[in-house]
Nanobody
Framework: QVQLVESGGGLVQAGGSLRLSCTAS????????AGWFRQAPGKEREFVGA????????????AYADSVKGRFTISRDNAKNTVYLQMNSLKPEDTAVYYC?????????????????WGQGTQVTVSS
């Protein structure tokens, strides 16, 4: 069983930054795709970004939703079994609960149905 614990959410003004962290226990992240989804009130969960193991121990593939590309960055620290989401230039429409995810199969995907493990979520609120 894999447990994912997110931290780093909070309240920030528009234009500000936050960094979310997600630490896994029960399984190593190093050869798995990990990522983030978010869900705003009254909306479906949407893909934010993901980071995969590309086969080279020093490089990874990443993917981002168009709405966050250029503002958000995913990174990982395998030694700490942790994935990060650096969020810059935040907008009120980024307000949501952010969920850390990972999956058993290493392939990178944007499809919510292929992610097997979910964290409990952390609230991000961006005020205008």
């Amino acid at each position: 069983q894999v447990q994912l614990v997110e931290s780093g959410g909070g309240l920030v003004q528009a234009g500000g930054s936050l960094r979310l962290s997600c630490t896994a226990s029960g399984r190593t992240f190093s050869s798995s795709t990990a990522g983030w989804f978010r869900q705003a009130p009254g909306k479906e969960r949407e893909f934010v970004g993901a980071i995969s193991w590309s086969g080279d121990a020093t490089s990874y593939a990443t993917a981002y939703a168009d709405s966050v590309k250029g503002r958000f960055t995913i990174s990982r620290d395998n030694a700490k079994n942790t994935v990060y989401l650096q969020m810059n230039s935040l907008k009120p429409e980024d307000t949501a609960v952010y969920y850390c995810v990972t999956k058993r199969h290493p392939a990178l995907t944007r499809d919510v149905q292929f992610y097997d493990y979910w964290g409990q979520g952390t609230q991000v609120t961006v005020s205008s």
